[in-house]
């Protein structure tokens, strides 16, 4: 009999709290697996990268491609962080000293060609004979990747071609999958032909594996708290005759005294980098305040106005993590402000369809002031408070003004705000009639940034 190990991590989303644990755990087992006579495969499900931290900002996620090189990954796919947090200029050169193979099927230039960076399936050989083919598959956002430079291509039919390219030229088949847990099951039940699904994108775990039809799904959470593990039997034939998935929990392993001065030391990198790019030179000091009107979100309405050329902005405080101190203005600053991966938005409405958004708004806003938003690029605490620019609300008449005049229905608006608000799910409005046109050059800081070097310009 054949033993097969796989080694699986994900979403990390640059929490390197746990990584020198982790690198430990995966050439442990390694060491171990190989001693006994098996093979051990490694392999990464995307969003590695996370722009919310220092290092991963600073180095555009070259850093953590040089901690990804200390594992020696047989294999990674991408996630959205990386394919969207990025644009296509970035991420062409993200991999360019990463020592391991970049497997991503469902991903192409917009010329229909696939990333030079990237290779559709790689086939891994055991020192017994058998076979493995490694195919990779992402979250395809229709909307956003071709802002980015990319074409996503469908999961379903993507994957039917591979498989009838490359499966016979395998015994065994693995999917790295950043998908989330709803289409690896429909995998399972559509695809028989693929053994193991690694999964990832919805953070979900599951510590015993879970079988789907004769697909084995293996899923190790987020954030490196898990490591993932599973081990395949193979007979003579190299058949799989038994398979069987499991995590580690990586705050039980154990921690040496140099970890600490590692982990801080990714994070003083960042900062220190960060630090040394200046933007402007702010007159005043600007609070934050996620639950008011304070004239930070002000500044930053004005900005994203300027930015789209609108004449009106919505923001919600809860964006501004940070005060801004008065003086010399770094990108250290702006980073700890506005860590997001969101751009700015213009919508485009009728009078009456802005009239029905601002009721949306104004609807859920004290249900926002303190709602503890999660995801979909938003990395700070709550929504906060909704902050207008342009726009002014009656709550006795329920009527809206644009610039002081009554919004008219036969009139067309245009107004900027975050893409942020395209994903969350209250303001339907914006799905239904919303003419939404993300601007997807620069994230939220980099406009902020902008807007400061104009009005503030260093001496």
Request: net charge negative; aromatic share 8%.
């Given at each position: 009999m054949e033993q097969i190990t796989i080694l699986h991590t994900n979403d990390l989303h640059s929490h390197f709290e746990n990584w020198p644990r982790i690198r430990r755990y995966l050439a442990a087992t390694r060491a171990t697996a190989e001693q006994a006579g098996g093979t051990v495969y490694t392999f990464d499900l995307g969003d590695h990268v996370d722009r919310a931290h220092p290092v991963s900002e600073a180095t555009v996620g070259q850093q953590n491609v040089k901690l990804m090189n200390q594992v020696g990954y047989d294999a990674v796919t991408i996630g959205n962080n990386e394919g969207l947090g990025f644009m296509r200029a970035q991420l062409d050169h993200l991999?360019?000293?990463a020592n391991f193979s970049v497997v991503l099927?469902?991903?192409r230039t917009l010329q229909g060609s696939l990333p030079h960076w990237a290779v559709d399936r790689r086939l891994l050989t055991t020192a017994a004979g058998t076979r493995v083919l490694v195919l990779g598959l992402t979250a395809p956002y229709q909307l956003t990747y071709?802002?980015?430079?990319?074409?996503?291509l469908a999961v379903m039919p993507t994957l039917s071609h591979l498989l009838a390219q490359y499966r016979q030229q395998a015994d065994c088949c693995v999917l790295l999958s950043h998908l989330g847990i709803n289409v690896d099951r429909q995998i399972a039940k559509r695809f028989p032909q693929v053994d193991v699904i690694l999964?990832?994108?919805t953070h979900h775990l599951l510590p015993h594996g879970e079988r789907v039809n004769h697909s084995l799904l293996a899923a190790a959470g987020k954030w490196g708290q898990y490591v993932g593990r599973v081990s395949l039997t193979l007979d003579s034939q190299h058949h799989i005759v038994a398979a069987a998935a499991s995590v580690v929990e990586t705050k039980t392993l154990p921690v040496e005294p140099a970890d600490a001065a590692e982990i801080q030391g990714l994070n003083d990198l960042g900062e220190s980098i960060l630090s040394e790019q200046r933007v402007a030179q702010v007159p005043v000091a600007m609070e934050a305040n996620a639950t008011g009107h304070p004239q930070l979100v002000q500044e930053g309405l004005h900005a994203i106005a300027e930015y789209a050329g609108t004449q009106a902005a919505v923001l919600n405080a809860g964006?501004?993590?940070?005060?801004?101190?008065?003086g010399v203005v770094t990108q250290q600053h702006l980073h700890q402000m506005l860590p997001h991966s969101m751009h700015v938005m213009t919508v485009t409405l009728d009078g009456y369809n802005l009239w029905r958004l601002v009721?949306?708004?104004?609807?859920?806003?004290l249900f926002l002031r303190h709602f503890p938003q999660r995801g979909?690029?938003?990395?700070g605490k709550v929504f906060g408070e909704?902050?207008?620019?342009g726009i002014a609300y009656d709550a006795q008449t329920h009527a809206v003004t644009w610039r002081g005049e009554p919004v008219s229905p036969l009139k067309t608006y245009r107004v900027a705000m975050v893409d942020h608000y395209l994903f969350v799910p209250f303001f339907p409005t914006l799905k239904i009639v919303g003419q939404n046109q993300i601007l997807y050059q620069d994230l939220l800081r980099e406009v902020f940034a902008q807007y400061l070097g104009r009005h503030d310009p260093l001496p």
């Amino acid at each position: 009999m054949e033993q097969i190990t796989i080694l699986h991590t994900n979403d990390l989303h640059s929490h390197f709290e746990n990584w020198p644990r982790i690198r430990r755990y995966l050439a442990a087992t390694r060491a171990t697996a190989e001693q006994a006579g098996g093979t051990v495969y490694t392999f990464d499900l995307g969003d590695h990268v996370d722009r919310a931290h220092p290092v991963s900002e600073a180095t555009v996620g070259q850093q953590n491609v040089k901690l990804m090189n200390q594992v020696g990954y047989d294999a990674v796919t991408i996630g959205n962080n990386e394919g969207l947090g990025f644009m296509r200029a970035q991420l062409d050169h993200l991999y360019d000293h990463a020592n391991f193979s970049v497997v991503l099927g469902n991903l192409r230039t917009l010329q229909g060609s696939l990333p030079h960076w990237a290779v559709d399936r790689r086939l891994l050989t055991t020192a017994a004979g058998t076979r493995v083919l490694v195919l990779g598959l992402t979250a395809p956002y229709q909307l956003t990747y071709p802002l980015a430079g990319w074409t996503p291509l469908a999961v379903m039919p993507t994957l039917s071609h591979l498989l009838a390219q490359y499966r016979q030229q395998a015994d065994c088949c693995v999917l790295l999958s950043h998908l989330g847990i709803n289409v690896d099951r429909q995998i399972a039940k559509r695809f028989p032909q693929v053994d193991v699904i690694l999964g990832s994108h919805t953070h979900h775990l599951l510590p015993h594996g879970e079988r789907v039809n004769h697909s084995l799904l293996a899923a190790a959470g987020k954030w490196g708290q898990y490591v993932g593990r599973v081990s395949l039997t193979l007979d003579s034939q190299h058949h799989i005759v038994a398979a069987a998935a499991s995590v580690v929990e990586t705050k039980t392993l154990p921690v040496e005294p140099a970890d600490a001065a590692e982990i801080q030391g990714l994070n003083d990198l960042g900062e220190s980098i960060l630090s040394e790019q200046r933007v402007a030179q702010v007159p005043v000091a600007m609070e934050a305040n996620a639950t008011g009107h304070p004239q930070l979100v002000q500044e930053g309405l004005h900005a994203i106005a300027e930015y789209a050329g609108t004449q009106a902005a919505v923001l919600n405080a809860g964006l501004f993590l940070r005060d801004l101190p008065a003086g010399v203005v770094t990108q250290q600053h702006l980073h700890q402000m506005l860590p997001h991966s969101m751009h700015v938005m213009t919508v485009t409405l009728d009078g009456y369809n802005l009239w029905r958004l601002v009721q949306e708004f104004e609807s859920v806003r004290l249900f926002l002031r303190h709602f503890p938003q999660r995801g979909m690029g938003f990395r700070g605490k709550v929504f906060g408070e909704l902050n207008y620019l342009g726009i002014a609300y009656d709550a006795q008449t329920h009527a809206v003004t644009w610039r002081g005049e009554p919004v008219s229905p036969l009139k067309t608006y245009r107004v900027a705000m975050v893409d942020h608000y395209l994903f969350v799910p209250f303001f339907p409005t914006l799905k239904i009639v919303g003419q939404n046109q993300i601007l997807y050059q620069d994230l939220l800081r980099e406009v902020f940034a902008q807007y400061l070097g104009r009005h503030d310009p260093l001496p």
